[in-house]
């Protein structure tokens, strides 16, 4: 897609660009109810669709030389109540009742999700147009603390570069 086609689209529909992308990531994963901690590898794909108006992005997680956790997100702006949201669908198998919200504050995109079993936030946070870091927390129901879930560092790539999987 070409520039001229990002020019029409708002504001909220233009920031969505910056996960557009190939990128490889090196995280480290806390010990968790759902995973043990340690090192981790990422890839991510995020394409724009619909003329720009949503970010569809595949996720796959790989430890031990595996896929160890994977999922599907489409990323979107809600002009009316101006929010970011993002409806995620992954290897857990966890039905989201809800998308996760949030906005931009400078470089950080910032979104929340409550379910059953608590709130999850993740933030994007982009150094530049080639990396970003990624922060999941998790904060279980009847808690007031975040616990750390994975955080990651990002780093641009050509799609030809990631494995298939």
Do not use: K
Request: net charge negative.
């Amino acid at each position: 897609m070409n520039a001229a086609s990002f020019s029409s689209l708002s504001d909220g529909h233009q920031r969505l660009q910056a996960l557009v992308g190939a990128w490889r990531g090196e995280e480290e994963v806390s010990d968790t109810q759902w995973a043990d901690g340690g090192p981790a590898t990422s890839e991510v794909l995020a394409q724009a669709e619909f003329g720009g108006q949503f970010v569809v992005q595949r996720y796959r997680q790989r430890r031990d030389g595996t896929i160890s956790f994977g999922s599907h997100c489409v990323f979107g702006f809600d002009q009316q109540n101006s929010l970011f949201t993002m409806h995620q669908f992954d290897s857990m198998g966890f039905v989201p009742v809800s998308p996760a919200t949030g906005t931009w504050d400078g470089n950080t995109l910032t979104l929340l999700r409550s379910s059953s079993r608590g709130a999850a936030r993740v933030s994007y946070d982009f150094d530049g147009g080639d990396s970003y870091r990624m922060r999941l927390e998790f904060q279980p129901i009847g808690s007031d603390a975040w616990q750390d879930m994975v955080r990651g560092l990002y780093r641009r790539v050509l799609p030809s570069e990631l494995r298939e999987g």
